[in-house]
């Protein structure tokens, strides 16, 4: 794994009225969109896609750098980001289409394994792809050696649909034929001239084609069938995943339908249960919120509890006593160790744009939040969100905010993601224990590129001592820095590049413990841009 380990020594911002017992989450890494109108920021944790026991980011950007009716078609991308104990900003893979009015990217989904072979695999829509954006998904299955080239691809016929945006909403991580591979679901909520709106289901397996084995199609028009979906675990406890889809009507409150899994392929509204609610159908499949054993799932900024009993679903009532205006979108683990999984959730008021965390519990309130803030105060804070409890080590949880800074495909918005973790992974150590199993490493400078100063971050795992060099492309020293006896733990130096001209750097670090029995070095590269 090429990755680096990339330290962060912000303060977060947040505040909380009752902390958890973590003392804080601590700022892992920022990401950035590459260019104007990017809108990089679409967040989805795929799984263990390459198989290395760590799970991995995917960052789409559908703005793509133009207007999507005005300028040249250009492309949409996506980044995948293995995880791993060392983490950086530096894409393993990106994904590029080009094409007319293209949107690639705008959604991910992935934490599911179609053909069973063991690894996730992951899919990218293109919403509005083709002249009268019918749209295209691309599927690509999970292994060790990934490449670019999609193993299926998606799409409807552009003689029968018309400006369907299939591929709008997408979820893989449910099996809802009980035949033990995941099953793929793409909405077309769009479909037709009247927005009825259509949902897709394509079975899993070995043989996985581009044929749809379900259609789900409803006749109310105006209703937007499908621009929502997820899968919501066991619902009527028959131990077969269930799937939810959630509708924005254009005049009538949101009907949410729950359609059944069935091993016999009776799968269809004859056997589902519906329920209507004045809020937006946004739908998010969460953990066991309120500890009772099952998986619960949100519609908008309502939680509803696992199983259906005597023919009812049960709302789980979140206190809101300041009457905040927000939205459930990912499901987060237990990060206070109470036993309840938590809620993300994404707020806005009067262009404040917030992350809440709401612990779970029987009784969850918005009085304990915890609220991120965006740092540069833009549009389009917390759009997207995920968590991922595997992506650095196995006890350590990361919360990842994507920040489109706009709502509108068509307007500027480079584009961040923020990770958060309940664990400070790389910092000043602060006890004795806390370095004894501690290994020499050298970690990618922050932040880099970098104008004109930059943090170098190095561990070690006995008193040493340390000299660090900084070279220029030609192998010329620009500066040494003669540390002279370090204790074990971590340590940092901040490099100054004032003076010197943009380009590719290096730096080293050349220690020697004091008893002379470990030499360690290493060396890395950084940027400087003006």
């Known amino acids: 794994m090429k990755k680096f380990f990339r330290f962060i020594f912000f303060s977060l911002f947040f505040f909380a009225a009752g902390m958890f017992a973590q003392d804080s989450l601590y700022l892992q ?7 104007d109108k ?31 009716y005005t300028d040249p078609p250009t492309r949409g991308y996506a980044k995948l980001y293995y995880g791993g104990t060392v983490f950086d900003t530096i894409p393993d893979i990106t994904f590029n289409y080009y094409g007319a009015f293209t949107t690639f990217g705008a959604t991910i989904a992935g934490d599911g394994d179609l053909n069973g072979d063991g690894y996730d695999d992951f899919a990218i829509a293109d919403p509005t792809y083709g002249s009268y954006q019918v749209g295209k998904v691309y599927v690509f299955f999970g292994g060790p050696q990934l490449d670019t080239i999609p ?19 997408m979820t893989m991580n449910g099996d809802i034929n009980h035949d033990k591979y995941d099953d793929l679901v793409v909405g077309a909520a769009y479909d037709d001239w009247d927005r009825h709106g259509e949902v897709f289901i394509y079975f899993g397996g070995t043989q996985m084609d581009a044929e749809a084995d379900i259609n789900l199609i409803c006749k109310t028009p105006l209703q937007e069938f499908g621009l929502y979906v997820d899968y919501a675990g066991d619902v009527n406890e028959d131990f077969i995943d269930d799937l939810v889809v959630g509708s924005y009507p254009l005049e009538s409150d949101t009907t949410t339908f ?7 392929l009776d799968i269809g509204f004859h056997n589902s249960y519906a329920f209507t609610s004045p809020v937006q159908g946004i739908i998010t499949s969460l953990g066991d919120i309120n500890g009772d ?24 009532l979140i206190e809101n006593p300041d009457s905040i205006n927000y939205t459930i979108k990912a499901r987060c683990p237990d990060l206070n160790k109470d036993g309840y999984e938590e809620i993300l ?3 806005s008021k009067a262009r404040e744009e917030n992350v809440l965390i709401i612990f779970g519990g029987n009784k969850p309130s918005l009085t304990n939040a915890i609220i991120f803030k965006d740092p540069d105060d833009k549009i389009g804070f917390g759009r997207h969100i995920t968590s991922c409890p595997k992506l650095l080590n196995d006890t350590t949880i990361s919360i990842i905010i994507g920040d489109t800074e706009t709502y509108d495909y068509n307007t500027h918005g480079t584009g961040k993601v923020i990770i958060y973790n309940d664990k400070l992974i790389t910092g000043v150590a602060n006890d004795e224990s806390s370095v004894k199993n501690i290994d020499f490493t050298l970690s990618q400078n922050y932040p880099n590129p970098f104008n004109p100063s930059t943090q170098i971050q190095y561990a070690l795992p006995s008193t040493s001592n340390v000299i660090v060099t900084v070279y220029n492309s030609l192998g010329q020293i620009i500066k040494v820095f ?37 030499n360690f070095t290493a060396a890395k590269k950084m940027l400087l841009l003006k």
């Open 258 to 264: 729950i359609f059944f899994g069935n091993k016999n």
């Open 482 to 518: 003669n540390e002279g006896t370090k204790e074990a733990g971590n340590h940092n130096i901040t490099f100054n590049g004032e003076g010197l001209s943009s380009g590719i750097y290096l730096y080293s670090v050349n220690s020697v413990s004091i008893d002379g029995k470990q």
């Open 151 to 169: 193993d299926v691809v998606l799409t409807l016929n552009p003689n029968k649909y018309f400006y369907t945006r299939f591929g709008l909403a």
């Open 345 to 347: 959730c994404s707020s």
């Open 293 to 316: 054993g099952y998986s619960d799932f949100a519609v908008g900024s309502h939680l509803f509890a696992a199983p259906i009993k005597n023919g009812h679903l049960i709302e789980i």
């Open 29 to 35: 890494s920022i990401f950035h969109g590459e260019n």
């Open 38 to 68: 990017d809108q990089f920021g679409v967040v989805a944790n795929v799984g263990d896609v390459n198989g290395d026991g760590f799970e991995d980011l995917m960052i789409g950007a559908p703005g793509a750098s133009r207007n999507l």
